[in-house]
């Protein structure tokens, strides 16, 4: 990037500032809409674009369009984050820039000027005055010299901005993973300790860590220095730092544990932060999303609510108080609530949900912030997936121009219906009429005896999507239902796999121009084994056709392993049994996929 800066500062030295763009990667609610010069990279427009409330309209401004630009712009591309129809990856803001002092001038001059997108970006890019740019970078663009002796590591780019606790979790996983390789525990001592890597991506301190016989460790995950993990003790892709205890019968799953902590028996930790020096007695159940600050104490057998905020002290939007009888009236509330949620034995105090909290701000806030919104702010915290989202799957179905004068033929408007941008109301609360179903299925059906082309059956099938309002979710299913019935339910593992195999190369990317992620797949693969007993054996051959024939990638077979949904978590009683029968088949096979990758990835190390 700052290479990239320096060359194009060389022939244009109006570029103020250089963007970082990533191309795919993970959906974030505060993915932006950009306008852009291709050949020049100059950035000409910055639109937001939350993923709730959803917008089915993106306003571009008239200005890019009608300004005497240089003759050298004479196109434009609409960059923006991957559709829920589409399996080619958007673009993403990674919020690093390569700045020029100008930078600092403008925030010094403009006091205003809080946020660098929300103010500054805007600032500059609407500015008559200013006579500056900004350029965008496509992390992962550059060219790499076959020759080089690196050249194999020259094709690796991960950038990613810590924004929230979502996407804390989410690296903190991706370094166990040693997807940000060489920047991975064991080659870099961090914070001066040094970490022994084993079998699935566990790395273990080397100074004085006690482990009980009984304990289960399950990857990717990291024990600091001086730890001590009890008798039944199960650790699943988790984090903890120097200096903790862990008692008998506690489970942490997706949990990041600072310093110094202290957690007694018969606890359960789920996708929580939980700060330094924190103490939690026995029998305590801490549910997904909760932050728990430094000096916290946990009461024994206390149940925090899932995506809980509890500090040492209390918490005070406001500093100036009004009216002292009413402070002591709130004070009093709040102490009620806190004896009833923590208990009488915990030192600490609830805080208002960051959702509330936003609300407040927002409130407050004359100038609204759309990324602020609850309904978005809560997507990026820890314990949150997209796909549980309360909103229309659907992106932006137009494009328009923010000025009533501007004409169908203008450039925008060609913009407009060329762009690759996704087509609105794809999905509905009360689900798609029965019309649908059989017209779906005769659809793939003909398709699948006629030897149509994946390009037509798809096409057939998104017209179908969009004329009954079905939602890419249900027409997926019906893609892997469909493809699962072909797949011969008996027969000799080798048999089943080869079949399964043929039939998700020729017909699998239906399934994929349909998810939003490619673990949707695996999870529709494994309510068809449950719903249809007769495949249920073969869910682990089901799982290693659609890795073979390149439908589902390891990263996808890795979050259908870890989702709580894959072993039965809010399925019906009768059908308990099952799912959890289909996610041990299926673990299997990605706990030995994932360990043959953490064993490539020594053998690289090794040879350098």
Same mark, same amino acid.
């Given at each position: 990037?700052?290479?990239? &800066?320096?060359?194009?500062?060389?022939?244009?030295?109006?570029?103020?500032?250089?963007?970082?763009?990533?191309?795919?990667?993970?959906? %974030?609610?505060?993915?932006?809409?950009?306008?852009?010069?291709?050949?020049?990279?100059?950035? *000409? %427009?910055?639109?937001?674009?939350?993923?709730?409330?959803?917008?089915?309209?993106?306003?571009?401004?008239?200005?890019?369009?009608?300004?005497?630009?240089?003759?050298?712009?004479?196109?434009?591309?609409? =960059?923006?984050?991957?559709?829920?129809?589409?399996?080619?990856?958007?673009?993403?803001?990674?919020?690093?820039?390569?700045?020029?002092?100008?930078?600092?001038?403008?925030?010094?001059?403009?006091?205003?000027?809080?946020?660098?997108?929300?103010?500054?970006?805007?600032?500059?890019?609407?500015?008559?005055?200013?006579?500056?740019?900004?350029?965008?970078?496509?992390?992962?663009?550059?060219?790499?010299?076959?020759?080089?002796?690196?050249?194999?590591?020259?094709?690796? #780019?991960?950038?990613?901005?810590? #924004?929230?606790?979502?996407?804390?979790?989410?690296?903190?996983?991706?370094?166990?993973?040693?997807?940000?390789?060489?920047?991975?525990?064991?080659?870099?001592?961090?914070?001066?300790?040094?970490?022994?890597?084993?079998?699935?991506?566990?790395?273990?301190?080397?100074?004085?860590?006690?482990?009980?016989? $009984?304990?289960?460790?399950?990857?990717?995950?990291?024990?600091?220095?001086?730890?001590?993990?009890? &008798?039944?003790?199960?650790?699943?892709?988790? $984090?903890?730092?120097?200096?903790?205890?862990? /008692?008998?019968?506690?489970?942490?799953?997706?949990?990041?544990?600072?310093?110094?902590? #202290?957690?007694?028996?018969?606890?359960?930790?789920?996708?929580?932060?939980?700060?330094?020096?924190?103490?939690?007695?026995?029998?305590?159940?801490?549910? @997904?999303?909760?932050?728990?600050?430094?000096?916290?104490?946990?009461?024994?057998?206390?149940?925090?609510?899932?995506?809980?905020?509890?500090?040492?002290?209390?918490?005070?939007?406001?500093?100036?108080?009004?009216?002292? /009888?009413?402070? +002591?009236?709130?004070?009093?509330?709040?102490?009620?609530?806190?004896?009833?949620?923590?208990?009488?034995?915990?030192?600490?105090?609830? =805080?208002?949900?960051?959702?509330?909290?936003?609300?407040?701000?927002?409130?407050?806030?004359?100038?609204?912030?759309?990324?602020?919104?609850?309904?978005? @702010?809560?997507?990026?915290?820890?314990?949150?997936?997209?796909?549980?989202?309360?909103?229309? $799957?659907?992106? *932006?179905?137009?494009?328009?121009?923010?000025?009533?004068?501007?004409? *169908?033929?203008?450039?925008?408007?060609?913009?407009?219906?060329?762009?690759?941008?996704?087509?609105?109301?794809?999905?509905?609360?009360?689900?798609?009429?029965?019309?649908?179903?059989?017209?779906?299925?005769?659809?793939?059906?003909?398709?699948?005896?006629?030897? &149509?082309?994946?390009?037509?059956?798809?096409?057939?099938?998104?017209?179908?999507?969009?004329?009954?309002?079905?939602?890419?979710?249900?027409?997926?299913?019906?893609?892997?239902?469909?493809?699962?019935?072909?797949?011969?339910?008996?027969?000799?593992?080798?048999?089943?796999?080869?079949?399964?195999? @043929?039939?998700?190369?020729?017909?699998?990317?239906?399934?994929?121009? *349909? +998810?939003?992620?490619?673990?949707?797949?695996?999870?529709?693969?494994?309510?068809?084994?449950?719903?249809?007993?007769?495949?249920?054996?073969?869910?682990?051959?089901?799982?290693?056709?659609?890795?073979?024939?390149?439908?589902?990638?390891?990263?996808?077979?890795?979050?259908?392993?870890?989702?709580?949904?894959?072993?039965?978590?809010?399925?019906?009683?009768?059908?308990?049994?099952?799912?959890?029968?289909? %996610?041990?088949?299926?673990?299997?096979?990605?706990?030995?996929?994932?360990?043959?990758?953490?064993?490539?990835?020594?053998?690289?190390?090794?040879?350098?």
């Amino acid at each position: 990037m700052v290479e990239s &800066h320096k060359k194009r500062r060389e022939t244009d030295k109006t570029i103020m500032m250089t963007m970082g763009i990533g191309r795919g990667g993970r959906p %974030h609610p505060e993915s932006p809409i950009m306008l852009v010069h291709p050949r020049s990279s100059r950035l *000409l %427009h910055y639109g937001v674009n939350p993923l709730a409330p959803r917008q089915q309209r993106a306003k571009i401004p008239a200005q890019p369009f009608v300004e005497p630009w240089p003759s050298t712009i004479d196109e434009y591309e609409i =960059w923006s984050g991957t559709n829920a129809s589409s399996s080619r990856g958007g673009y993403r803001d990674l919020g690093v820039d390569i700045c020029e002092a100008d930078v600092q001038a403008q925030y010094t001059e403009n006091f205003d000027f809080h946020l660098s997108r929300k103010h500054f970006l805007k600032g500059v890019l609407t500015s008559d005055l200013l006579s500056k740019t900004i350029s965008v970078h496509v992390v992962g663009d550059e060219t790499v010299d076959p020759a080089a002796p690196d050249s194999k590591m020259q094709r690796g #780019r991960y950038v990613e901005r810590m #924004r929230d606790t979502r996407t804390y979790g989410e690296v903190a996983l991706d370094i166990l993973r040693r997807w940000v390789f060489p920047l991975v525990p064991d080659m870099n001592e961090p914070g001066g300790e040094k970490y022994d890597l084993r079998r699935g991506n566990v790395y273990v301190a080397r100074d004085n860590v006690v482990l009980a016989r $009984t304990t289960a460790l399950h990857g990717p995950l990291l024990i600091g220095a001086r730890c001590q993990l009890s &008798h039944n003790t199960v650790i699943r892709s988790s $984090t903890l730092g120097a200096n903790c205890v862990v /008692g008998d019968n506690t489970t942490l799953d997706k949990a990041h544990i600072w310093s110094n902590v #202290r957690i007694g028996a018969d606890c359960v930790l789920e996708e929580s932060i939980i700060g330094d020096n924190v103490v939690i007695s026995d029998g305590v159940h801490i549910g @997904k999303g909760t932050l728990i600050g430094s000096g916290v104490t946990i009461g024994p057998g206390v149940k925090i609510p899932e995506f809980s905020r509890i500090a040492r002290t209390p918490y005070n939007a406001d500093d100036d108080s009004s009216d002292s /009888g009413d402070d +002591s009236d709130d004070s009093e509330e709040v102490e009620r609530h806190r004896l009833a949620v923590l208990g009488p034995d915990s030192v600490g105090y609830l =805080w208002p949900a960051e959702e509330e909290e936003a609300a407040d701000a927002e409130s407050d806030d004359d100038e609204e912030d759309v990324y602020e919104n609850p309904k978005n @702010k809560r997507l990026g915290q820890l314990g949150r997936s997209l796909s549980e989202a309360s909103f229309s $799957t659907a992106s *932006l179905s137009t494009l328009s121009i923010d000025d009533s004068e501007s004409s *169908l033929g203008s450039p925008a408007s060609q913009a407009s219906s060329g762009s690759d941008l996704e087509i609105s109301g794809l999905n509905i609360s009360d689900g798609p009429p029965a019309a649908f179903f059989t017209e779906a299925r005769s659809s793939l059906a003909r398709a699948y005896d006629e030897g &149509h082309s994946i390009e037509n059956a798809s096409l057939e099938l998104k017209t179908l999507v969009m004329g009954y309002n079905s939602g890419i979710d249900t027409a997926r299913t019906e893609v892997v239902n469909f493809l699962m019935s072909k797949v011969p339910g008996e027969g000799s593992a080798a048999q089943i796999l080869g079949a399964a195999t @043929k039939i998700w190369a020729r017909w699998g990317r239906l399934a994929v121009g *349909l +998810s939003r992620e490619s673990s949707d797949i695996a999870f529709d693969v494994q309510n068809y084994c449950v719903q249809n007993a007769a495949y249920a054996p073969w869910f682990g051959i089901a799982l290693r056709a659609l890795y073979d024939s390149d439908i589902v990638d390891e990263d996808g077979l890795i979050e259908w392993r870890d989702a709580p949904e894959a072993r039965g978590e809010g399925a019906p009683e009768s059908e308990l049994a099952a799912f959890k029968d289909t %996610h041990a088949k299926g673990k299997q096979y990605v706990d030995i996929l994932e360990q043959m990758d953490s064993e490539d990835d020594d053998d690289d190390s090794d040879d350098e």
